[in-house]
Nanobody
């Protein structure tokens, strides 16, 4: 059974940091691109960051570039999202997702529709 389980969310003050974890199981971790997405209240789901399984390339939304860093621990089949200098507008439920195969265009890495499996999310709240 494919599972993605997010953890690490919480309440933090603006300017603070959090590290989210996405523990995966039930599939070949090395064969899947992993992405982080978020949905804020009243807003559409947004691609935040992604990492390619083929070459380790990383992708970020403009809104988080320079503040967020995606990384993997292949031995633990886990993907992390280090979030620094958090802002109130980063408040959302954060989801990780997995896609198998190659993506030919960089923009697809942050496109939710290509992803096959999803976690249940973890809440991040940034207070001002």
């Amino acid at each position: 059974e494919v599972q993605l389980v997010e953890s690490g969310g919480g309440l933090v003050q603006a300017g603070g940091s959090l590290r989210l974890s996405c523990k995966t199981s039930g599939f070949g971790f090395d064969d899947y691109n992993i992405g982080w997405f978020r949905r804020a209240p009243g807003k559409e789901r947004e691609g935040v960051s992604s990492i390619s399984s083929s070459d380790g390339s990383t992708y970020y939304a403009d809104s988080v570039k320079g503040r967020f860093t995606i990384s993997t621990d292949n031995a633990k089949s886990t993907v992390y999202l280090q979030m620094n200098v958090l802002k109130p507008e980063d408040t959302a439920v954060y989801y990780c997702a997995a896609h198998k195969g190659r993506l030919l265009h960089s923009r697809l890495f942050l496109s939710a529709f290509v992803y096959d499996y999803w976690g249940h999310g973890t809440q991040v709240t940034v207070s001002s």
